[in-house]
């Protein structure tokens, strides 16, 4: 591999079997789920990206969340800020 190759990424399967939380930290959200991790074999350099599965009820659960979440962050800022013209 020489440097201007870009190095080979390893692709995962990550299933999403119960979400625990999510909170938010220093720029970040946090999400504590338990999830099956599989390794995704090599195919070809046409690889696709590594996949999350997540059953459609927890991605309500995390749409709430995040939407909770992005409230509080909001609450944080100036109030010339919260109207969304920057």
Known sequence: MTFDEEPR???YDIEVQRL?????DK???ALAIDALVLA???RDENETPTCLLLPVEHARTLLILLKQQ???????QPRSRRSGRC
């Open 20 to 24: 625990k939380s999510i909170k938010h």
């Open 70 to 76: 992005l409230a509080e962050l909001d609450k944080l």
């Open 27 to 29: 720029g970040q959200f």
């Open 9 to 11: 990424v390893k692709t």
């Open 40 to 42: 995704r074999p090599a």
